[in-house]
């Protein structure tokens, strides 16, 4: 008789208690798109442990945009997606717009784990 393969499940992100009371949890695939998603919007500086981690995106919703300021942007994500999360991703397309008050990440990479292709939109918006 074979073993059962195990499920292998993480902390949901943003952390909350499931319908039966119990901390929330993803699927792998998951957990990697809420890792991605906290590296693009967290501000380096702003995690106390570890002064250099993020992208801090949401730090130019106002900011004047121009399509140098779109490849500096994109080279900035594909730089931290990298250093961060290279051994659990590997990144196919990246692009960066930046519009107004939003600026949308359209990415499409392999999570190396389970070998999945993911394509995902992440939207910051700047609030007044």
Known sequence: ????????SEIAFPFRVD???RTAHADHDAHVRDLIEQL???????RVMRPDFGCGLLDLVFT???PELASAV?????????RWLGDLIDVEA???V????VVRVELRYVVRATGSRRDEVFEGRGEI
């Open 74 to 82: 994109e080279l900035s994500v594909q730089a931290s997606l990298q």
């Open 98 to 101: 930046n519009e107004e008050n």
């Open 94 to 96: 990246l692009d960066v």
């Open 1 to 8: 008789m074979r073993a059962a393969k195990k499920v292998r």
């Open 64 to 66: 004047p945009n121009s």
């Open 40 to 46: 693009l919007f967290t501000s380096p500086g702003e």
């Open 19 to 21: 319908r039966r009371g």
